[in-house]
């Protein structure tokens, strides 16, 4: 069973003939008289390893080779230059090019047969390898999220009033980003983040985080630390660089009067506008032992009264165009089912 499939490339047909009768009998190959030709055969089958011929008429080797390099799916493929001439130049600019490997006419035989299974098995190992890594980054992005999942269990455990709290101001801090154009890769990173933004919770002393009734001022200091102690468990986390900040920053408000650092505008990183929009809101309208939930219209006039102060007004405005055709609401509902089956 013939493995692998080499395109041929030359405008003679001679040459065409003499490589056919070298490699037949160990690969399938398609032979193609111009770079056009080539470059149709390309539409149909992706071959695993190309000969190009450098001197052609109408388009010569060189601009074949770009062509091909023009498509993505096209531009790993191995490609291995022959040509007549001997000019060292020639051999380096084609290496240069991104060639894999030069051959010089008249062919050897065994030189391109040895040549070509070099380079071939060179290609395989080298996916082999990719096949690998993203087998293992996948396996060690899963574990991280396992990770992530142990420890928000952990801070919810510890105080019923904010059960579910994280998963839902993930689910919003995730649609939020969504709606403002994120891509998805960076949509989930800010998902990974907002269910950790209260992590640092568990460096609170029960007395203080269970309290029920109001907090002395000393108290509401030190649970505003929360911010800081979360921020430094996450930065333990060095394979995921980006948690720290939101733990670090969902405080702080728009108009510079937040904590821990008082930031305001811009200069708050965006994941901690954003998680804070989501967070008030999760406060508004869940249940708490110190107070009743709010209903949706209330905590909407109360979000929008801290636009600009509290909160960033473009991301509010998102987050308010979300809550108006139900996005929010639904969010709210699926978590509350998960919560329902995992009880
Ligand atoms: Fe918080």
């Given at each position: 069973?013939?493995?692998?499939?080499?395109?041929?490339?030359?405008?003679?047909?001679?040459?065409?003939?003499?490589?056919?009768?070298?490699?037949?009998?160990?690969?399938?190959?398609m032979l193609a008289i111009s770079g056009k030709a080539a470059l149709k055969f390309m539409t149909k089958k992706t071959p695993d390893l190309i000969l190009l011929d450098l001197m052609m008429p109408e388009m010569d080797g060189r601009?074949?080779?770009?062509?091909?390099?023009?498509?993505?799916?096209?531009?790993?493929?191995?490609?291995?230059?022959?040509?007549?001439?001997?000019d060292?130049?020639?051999?380096?600019?084609?290496?240069?090019?991104?060639?894999?490997?030069?051959?010089?006419?008249?062919?050897?035989?065994?030189?391109?047969?040895?040549?070509?299974?070099?380079?071939?098995?060179?290609?395989?190992?080298?996916?082999?390898?990719?096949?690998?890594?993203?087998?293992?980054?996948q396996e060690i992005e899963l574990l991280s999220l396992q990770a992530i999942a142990a420890i928000v269990h952990a801070v919810e455990a510890r105080d019923i009033d904010t059960k579910g709290h994280s998963i839902r101001v993930a689910?919003?801090?995730?649609?939020?980003?969504?709606?403002?154009?994120?891509?998805?890769?960076?949509?989930?990173?800010?998902?990974?983040?907002?269910?950790?933004?209260?992590?640092?919770?568990?460096?609170?002393?029960?007395?203080?985080l269970k309290k029920k009734g109001r907090l002395m001022p000393e108290e509401y200091e030190s649970i505003k630390e929360h911010t800081t102690i979360g921020a430094n468990i996450l930065s333990a986390i060095s394979t995921i660089s980006y948690l720290e900040d939101g733990a670090r920053y969902h405080h702080e408000r728009f108009d510079g009067s937040g904590y821990p650092r008082g930031l305001a505008g811009d200069e708050i990183p965006i994941i901690g506008r954003i998680i804070a929009v989501a967070d008030v809101y999760d406060a508004f309208v869940s249940r708490r032992t110190y107070k009743d939930t709010m209903s949706n219209s209330s905590a909407r006039k109360e979000m929008i009264a801290g636009s600009g102060t509290q909160f960033d007004p473009g991301i509010l405005s998102v987050f308010i165009r979300l809550l108006d055709n139900g996005t929010i609401d639904e969010i709210r509902q699926s978590c509350e089912e998960e919560e329902e089956r995992e009880d």
């Open positions: 069973m013939k493995e692998h499939t080499i395109l041929v490339v030359d405008d003679n047909r001679t040459n065409l003939q003499i490589i056919r009768d070298i490699l037949e009998k160990d690969y399938n190959l601009e074949t080779f770009a062509a091909i390099r023009m498509n993505p799916r096209h531009k790993n493929i191995p490609v291995i230059f022959l040509t007549a001439n001997k060292e130049d020639v051999e380096v600019e084609c290496l240069n090019m991104g060639a894999s490997d030069f051959i010089t006419k008249p062919i050897v035989p065994e030189v391109l047969k040895r040549r070509i299974s070099n380079t071939l098995e060179l290609e395989d190992l080298h996916r082999d390898l990719h096949g690998r890594i993203r087998k293992k980054t689910g919003y801090t995730r649609a939020i980003a969504r709606q403002m154009g994120y891509s998805e890769n960076i949509v989930e990173q800010f998902y990974q983040t907002a269910l950790l933004h209260d992590v640092g919770k568990i460096g609170i002393p029960d007395s203080i």
